[in-house]
């Protein structure tokens, strides 16, 4: 089994920062996609970012291009989500999730474990 756990959520005002990580356990993660999605209360859940298990190439959603950046470690088997000139749109609750294949998607369908989540709120 593949547990993920997420951290680094909480308050910030906005156009601060910060830094989500995602620690993966289990079966090892080097050879998927590692993807960032995020539920806004009443709102389904939609796809932030993603990263290519190989060649590390990255997809974003066109709200946070420019202002987020996913990155991994792959020692560290640990996927991270900095976010930087945040608004009080991105208040979320932030999962990381693994995908069944190396290449990166933004359709959660994709993607085979799920973490349980962390908060992040923006105030204006």
């Known amino acids: 089994q593949v547990q993920l756990v997420e951290s680094g959520g909480g308050l910030v005002q906005a156009g601060g920062s910060l830094r989500l990580s995602c620690a993966a356990s289990?079966?090892?993660?080097?050879?998927?996609?590692m993807g960032w999605f995020r539920q806004a209360p009443g709102k389904e859940r939609e796809f932030v970012a993603a990263?290519?298990?190989?060649?590390?190439?990255?997809l974003y959603t066109d709200s946070v291009k420019g202002r987020f950046t996913i990155s991994r470690d792959n020692a560290k088997n640990t996927v991270y989500l900095q976010m930087n000139s945040l608004k009080p749109e991105d208040t979320a609750v932030y999962f990381c999730?693994?995908?069944?294949?190396?290449?990166?998607?933004?359709?959660?369908?994709?993607?085979?474990?799920w973490g349980q989540g962390t908060q992040v709120t923006v105030s204006s």
């Open positions: 999730a693994r995908g069944y294949y190396g290449g990166t998607s933004s359709n959660p369908r994709d993607y085979e474990y």
């Open positions: 289990g079966r090892t993660f080097s050879r998927s996609a």
């Open positions: 990263i290519n298990w190989g060649n590390y190439s990255t």
